[in-house]
Structures are given as C-alpha cells and as structure tokens.
C-alpha cells in the first residue's frame, strides 16, 4: 500500500500547483521564446513528420534545449522528466543498463531470455536488450518518448511505450563544437562535435565523447580493488555520413562505438526483523551473517570476490538508411543495422566477506535488423506502410557462483552431513549459461484520412511473428535442456483528432499492444521450470487534449485505461532449488489507468517555467490458477503512482547583448514495489531531486560558460530491492550531488 509522507505531499502539491500556472510552449533558446508557433515542435512518432500537437498519442519531445538546461547526459536522466515514465537499474550491477518503465510496464530483468517492455530506438533501429540501453546522450537533436502501447508502428516489446533517440543528422551546419566539463567527485568530461558539408552532395558529421567520475564507496575487504564502487569511465563516439545522389534519392551510413569500464553500482543490504539467519559453509565450519559483517558505509561493498566490484559494457553498431522519393506522392525508405555488445559484472548479494551468494556474470548479444517502408499522402491520405526482420543471438553465463548452502565447496549440513550426500547436484561452485535466438517478422499499415478541414481520422494494423530458439544448462538439470517456441499477434489501433480550435487539439485513439512471450531467465530448480510463457497484449484506450490557449500557455494531456491479458511478471524467489530461481508467469489481467499533464509557462516574456505531472493507479486485478507469489490488488514494479517535474528558466539580455540563462528543475518520483508483489521490505522510498544549471554567453554567441549542479541535495535513493534469506539486497543510486562547471565553444567551418 502507498501512502505520502507529509513532506513529500506538500513538494508534491507545491510541484503540482506550479504546474497549473498558464504558460506557453518550452522554447528552444531564448530568442525562440516570444514567437514559438505550436505547429514548429515537430515529432516522428508515427513515423512521418508532423507536429506534436496534431498527433493522436501521448508523446513528450525532449529537445536539445531542456537537455542541456537540465544537464541530461544519459537515458536514464531522462527518466525523471517525463510524466509516468520510471528508469531504474539493477542488472548485474552495472551502469549501462537501463530498466525503462513507462505507466507501470517494464522488466528490470537483463538475461538474454527476457525482452523489455518498453522499446527504445535509435534513429529508427531497435536496441533489442536492455543492458546498454542506458547510452550517453551528446549532440542528440531530441529524444521522443510515447507512452501507451505503440503495437501498430513499433510492433514487438512496445506494451508500454517507446523511446526514439534521434541524433542531428549530417549537413546543414558546417560547424564543430568543443565542450569541456569539470566538477567534483572528479568529474571530468569532454565532447566534440562536427558537422560538415564536404560538397554540394557529401556531408559528415562526428560525435567523440569521454567521461569519468571518482566512485562513492570501496571495496573494503579486497587487497587491491579494480575499480571503486560506483566510479565511471566511458568512450563513445558515432560517425555518420551522408551522400544526396539526386533531388529524390539519398544515403546515410553511420557507425557508433561505446566502451565503459565502470565500478558496480552501489549495493548493500539490510536485515528483516526476525527473519531466518542466512549462513556460510566452509570445510564444516559455519559463520552466521550478522550486522557487524557488513561495512558501516552503505556505499561499501564488503565482499571478497576478486573482479566482482568491477563492470565493463562495450558495444557498437552500424546502419544504412536510404530514402527515395519515388514520386511526388510517395517516398520509400530503407533501414538495415548491424549491432553487437557484450558485457561484465554481477552481484555479492549477501554484501559480506562471506560466501554465501555471489553471482558474477558475463553476457553478450548480437543483431541485424531490416525495415523497408512505402510511405505517401494524395489529398485527404496519408500513410506508412512497411515489413520488418529482426534476429539476434546471445548469451548470459554465470561462474564460478555460491549460492549457500547448495553450491558452496565442501559444503555440509547442521547435522555434519556433506550436502553432496542430499543433492546430487550441489557442492562446488556453480555454473549456468543461458543462450537464446531470435527471429521476427512483421508486416504493417497505418493510415490517416482528413475528413474534414477540422477532423481526421486514423487506423492501423500490424502482424507480427517471432520465433524462438534456447538452451540453458543449469546444475540441477543433469543435461542441456533445449526449447523452441513460436508466438505471433496482430495488434491494431484506431484514433480520430478533431481541431477544436485553430491552436486546439483533442484526440481519442484505441490501441492493441504486443508484448512476446519467452523463456524464464533463472530456472535455477530443475529443466522442468525451463518452459516458455505466453505473449502478453493489451488494450489501451485513451483520450488527450493538445495546443495552445491564449498567447502564454500550451499543454498536452491525456487520460488512459489500458487491460492487459495474461500480463508476464517476473518473481524472484531465493530460497527454491539450488539457486537463484526467477520465474515469469502470465498473472492473469492487470489494469492502469491514470492522467499525464505537460505545460509549459511564458510567465513573462524572459520567464519560462516547464511542468509535468502524472497519475498512475496500476495493480493485478485478477490472477490465473496456481500464479506463485502475486496476488490481486498488487501493483506492478516500478510504478511509481506520482512523478512530478517542474522546471522554471529566467533569460537575462545584458546591455552588451551577452545572454544569461539560469534554470532549476525538480523531479519526484512516488514510492513503489520491487517486484510485482507488496512486500514492506521491497518498497523502494519516494525520491526528490534538485538540479540546476547558470549559463553565460557573449553576444557573438560561439561560446557559453555553466554553472551546474546535479542532485544538489545529494538524495540517495534505492534503484531496486528485492528480498532474500533473511535481508533485503539493495541496489542504491549512484547519481549522487555533483557541481562543476562546462564551458563549449563552437567554430564556423565555411
């Protein structure tokens, strides 16, 4: 159950009440801020372009503005300015995983078995995993999020919602921009971008970045740590280029890298009030895991695991996009992306010098993907169309890991007896590999008419067909087990937009959402629990207001309900087997509805004030026979009820012309569960967090100098908790107060 504590109800209401304030739409810079037409905020969201006020779905356009006044520099800052949208990590302990939860739909979970809920994209190709999901963001012209399922245009792992990264496209610029970045905790970054037209017809562009950050805490009982607890260093870098054959006919290629050698997020662990005494086995003799085992600091890691506080992620991909427009009325484009990445990590999840439970990990997984789209419009039409392929191949293994007292060396019972003697599977340490291929195809269609001057009307259709292949070998199965599944949907929506006035809008759209059914990732109790579980779809239905009232304000919001059916929950059980079990069970049906509000204030002409707000009731509202573990009325993980945001930006024209820009924003995130079951030791606290960013830059406008800090009141908070043999493992955040300084300077490349 979710209750407010007095101090967070009323930042809350202040936050939500601030919210309410006319105000007009969020300008880019500052010169934008006073002619700003709604109908310039242009989206991609359904794959063409239109403005963001006249598409019939919920959709929040993060520009490079609000990115860099609310210094976002990864996916997961993003999380704390959309309403209804949570991003959390936990997997393997390492940082570039990004968990995305959009109204109460998401996985935590990382093994190649499990797909997420929510997808996200970059320029148009699909990140099929999780695990580096949560990459930096320089250069990017906007992120799009939208919320609600997207099964027509997006297909496959959407029921949620999804994520567009779209990065500036080579040409049109001639520019290089440098930016440097210095603050505490030893942050040091820097950036440098290039845009360049070559020739009339040849452009480029290049992005290279570097950053590092100091750790927050040690690992106390390692002679010499590879890596502090929660430190950063990371390489990345995209190239692209792009070649204009004709008028009508086009190519873009581009490669990007990323390499992050990075500490394990920070972990720790406290014990259940008269829950049962976890223990270690060790030639006979037993340690009892007590309180004085675990480092005082929280944000120390007391294990003795040689390489586990360490985690890397490396990754790469390339793409080739051609656009022809074929006639005057129809235009075909064509995607195909290679990517690949693998990583390292795990967690000690009893926190202690103990060997009780340690999992190190290591994963990897490589895709291509192919889209082709026939997209046009005659007078009242218009459409996109198109088929995809999608393959990927992976693996996640674990070794050598304890798991007390089953897979411990020398392992014995209370009674003297070696657990050897009991389970012919134990003793020793452990091992399991879990490898999974992929193969999908789809086919879709979405059309909008213009019936009238002020109506349209709109509807889609999509058939969608994946096929699965995977094998585990785990210690109690005895052999590799190897499985096949097939699962396939088609999902559809249909919407209408009616102009209310001409700078009003509202919508209602029903949509289908297709979430692919899979494999468990830890079937830790025998091949027996290695079966797959179905599909999950849902139906969502929803009605939103868009636009502009009056010279000074602009919003959008949307009212949902969406019915999920056979909705697939994760549920960690610790004590079963040998092991680690993790199952994933189709619950039965779960409902969500809620409200998102985004306004954006013009107070005054240099005074500008940008607000969200959502409402998320989200719980399982029946269960299937025989579901372990959750029960009705438990809410999914993740979900918070409240997120708020609210972001107010004063500009300053000085006499010389040099423009200072100061902005604050907050973020709140309600309190939720850490799995889809109400346990009070699994609820993870409501959070607050406080940013800002002061900016000065010359009237010639090619350099500018910032003042920033990031969570300045240094709120720690949980990411994730999930309860185990007596204790709750706590992963804890690691974006912890930084102040520092940026300075970029841009240079003319005629």
């Known amino acids: 159950m979710r209750t407010f504590h007095p101090a967070r109800l009323s930042a809350v209401t202040l936050a939500v009440t601030a919210a309410m304030v006319p105000s007009v739409s969020y300008a880019q810079d500052a010169e934008q801020a006073n002619d700003e037409d709604v109908e310039k905020i242009m989206v991609t969201a359904r794959k063409r372009t239109e403005s963001i006020y006249e598409t019939p779905t919920a959709v929040s356009s993060i520009g490079e503005g609000l990115i860099d006044d609310t210094n976002v520099t990864n996916l997961d800052d993003v999380g704390k300015y959309v309403p209804n949208l949570n991003i959390s990590r936990y997997g393997a302990g390492n940082s570039g995983h990004a968990a995305v939860f959009i109204r109460g739909i998401g996985l935590q979970d990382h093994i190649i078995t499990t797909d997420p809920g929510v997808g996200v994209y970059l320029d148009g190709v699909y990140l099929g995993r999780q695990m580096g999901a949560n990459m930096s963001l320089p250069n990017i012209q906007r992120v799009e999020v939208l919320r609600g399922p997207q099964g027509t245009l997006y297909g496959r792992n959407t029921l949620g919602g999804a994520v567009n990264i779209i990065t500036k496209a080579p040409g049109s610029q001639d520019l290089a921009t440098v930016a440097a970045k210095v603050g505490t905790r030893g942050?040091?970054?820097?950036?440098?971008?290039?845009?360049?037209?070559?020739?009339?017809?040849?452009?480029?562009?290049?992005?290279?970045?570097?950053?590092?950050?100091?750790?927050?805490?040690?690992?106390?009982?390692?002679?010499?740590?590879?890596?502090?607890?929660?430190?950063?260093?990371?390489?990345?870098?995209?190239?692209?280029?792009?070649?204009?054959?004709?008028?009508?006919?086009?190519?873009?290629?581009?490669?990007?890298?990323?390499?992050?050698?990075?500490?394990?997020?920070?972990?720790?662990?406290?014990?259940?009030?008269?829950?049962?005494?976890?223990?270690?086995?060790?030639?006979?003799?037993?340690?009892?895991?007590?309180?004085?085992?675990?480092?005082?600091?929280?944000?120390?890691?007391?294990?003795?695991?040689?390489?586990?506080?360490?985690?890397?992620?490396?990754?790469?991909?390339?793409?080739?996009?051609?656009?022809?427009?074929?006639?005057?009325?129809?235009?075909?484009?064509?995607?195909?992306?290679?990517?690949?990445?693998?990583?390292?990590?795990?967690?000690?999840?009893?926190?202690?010098?103990?060997?009780?439970?340690?999992?190190?990990?290591?994963?990897?997984?490589?895709?291509?993907?192919?889209?082709?789209?026939?997209?046009?419009?005659?007078?009242?039409?218009?459409?996109?169309?198109?088929?995809?392929?999608?393959?990927?191949?992976?693996?996640?293994?674990?070794?050598?890991?304890?798991?007390?007292?089953?897979?411990?060396?020398?392992?014995?019972?209370?009674?003297?007896?070696?657990?050897?003697?009991?389970?012919?599977?134990?003793?020793?340490?452990?091992?399991?590999?879990?490898?999974?291929?992929?193969?999908?195809?789809?086919?879709?269609?979405?059309?909008?008419?213009?019936?009238t001057d002020k109506l349209n009307v709109g509807g889609g259709l999509r058939y969608s067909s994946d096929e699965k292949e995977a094998d585990a070998l785990f210690p109690s199965f005895g052999e590799r087990a190897y499985r096949e599944a097939d699962f396939s949907e088609v999902t559809w929506d249909v919407n209408a937009g009616y102009t209310l006035t001409d700078d009003l809008n509202m919508y209602l759209a029903v949509q289908k959402g297709y979430q692919t059914g899979g494999f468990p990732p830890r079937p830790f109790g025998?091949?027996?629990?290695?079966?797959?579980?179905?599909?999950?779809?849902?139906?969502?239905?929803e009605v939103g207001f868009k636009g502009a009232v009056g010279d000074r304000v602009t919003f959008m919001s949307a009212f949902f309900l969406t019915d999920y059916t056979d909705l697939a929950l994760p549920f960690s059980d610790p004590q079963a087997g040998g092991g680690f079990v993790t199952i994933v069970e189709n619950a039965g049906e779960s409902r969500s509805q809620g409200v998102e509000l985004e306004l954006t204030v013009d107070v005054t002409d240099d005074f500008v004030v940008r607000s969200t707000v959502g409402f998320l009731d989200a719980e399982i509202t029946s269960l299937d026979e025989g579901v372990i573990g959750i029960g009705e009325g438990d809410a999914p993980a993740l979900s918070p009820r409240w997120t708020v945001m609210i972001a107010p930006t004063y500009y300053h024209e000085m006499n010389d012309g040099a423009l200072v820009t100061a902005s604050v924003d907050f973020s709140f995130r309600d309190e939720m569960q850490g799995q889809s079951v109400y346990n009070p030791y699994e609820t993870i606290d409501a959070r607050e967090l406080v940013g800002f960013n002061v900016s000065y830059e010359p009237a010639a406008g090619d350099w500018s100098l910032s003042l920033y800090g990031k969570n300045v009141f240094n709120e720690v908070y949980d990411q994730g908790r999930l309860a185990q043999n007596g204790y709750v493992g706590i992963v804890r955040s690691n974006d912890r107060s930084e102040f520092g300084l940026r300075y970029t300077k841009s240079f003319d490349l005629y």
């Open 526 to 541: 025998g091949a027996a629990q290695f079966v797959s579980f179905d599909e999950t779809t849902a139906i969502n239905y």
């Open 187 to 451: 942050r040091l970054a820097t950036d440098l971008y290039v845009n360049k037209d070559i020739t009339d017809a040849f452009s480029m562009s290049g992005t290279a970045s570097f950053k590092q950050r100091d750790g927050v805490g040690t690992a106390v009982n390692l002679e010499d740590p590879e890596r502090e607890i929660g430190e950063e260093n990371e390489y990345s870098g995209r190239l692209a280029a792009k070649y204009v054959f004709s008028n009508d006919f086009s190519v873009t290629v581009s490669a990007d890298f990323v390499e992050n050698e990075a500490g394990q997020s920070p972990y720790t662990i406290e014990f259940i009030p008269g829950g049962p005494t976890e223990f270690s086995i060790d030639d006979g003799e037993f340690y009892l895991l007590d309180p004085s085992l675990i480092p005082n600091d929280p944000d120390d890691l007391g294990t003795t695991v040689a390489g586990i506080e360490s985690t890397s992620y490396s990754g790469w991909g390339a793409a080739l996009t051609a656009e022809w427009r074929a006639t005057d009325n129809l235009d075909v484009k064509f995607i195909a992306s290679q990517r690949a990445s693998d990583y390292e990590g795990g967690l000690d999840d009893d926190a202690s010098p103990l060997n009780l439970s340690e999992f190190p990990e290591t994963g990897d997984a490589d895709q291509t993907s192919l889209e082709l789209q026939l997209n046009g419009a005659f007078e009242q039409f218009d459409f996109v169309s198109g088929l995809y392929y999608f393959t990927e191949e992976g693996t996640t293994a674990s070794g050598p890991w304890t798991f007390s007292p089953f897979n411990v060396p020398n392992g014995r019972l209370n009674d003297g007896t070696p657990v050897t003697e009991v389970c012919g599977f134990c003793g020793g340490y452990g091992y399991f590999d879990i490898n999974q291929k992929t193969t999908a195809y789809a086919a879709y269609t979405n059309v909008s008419y213009s019936l």
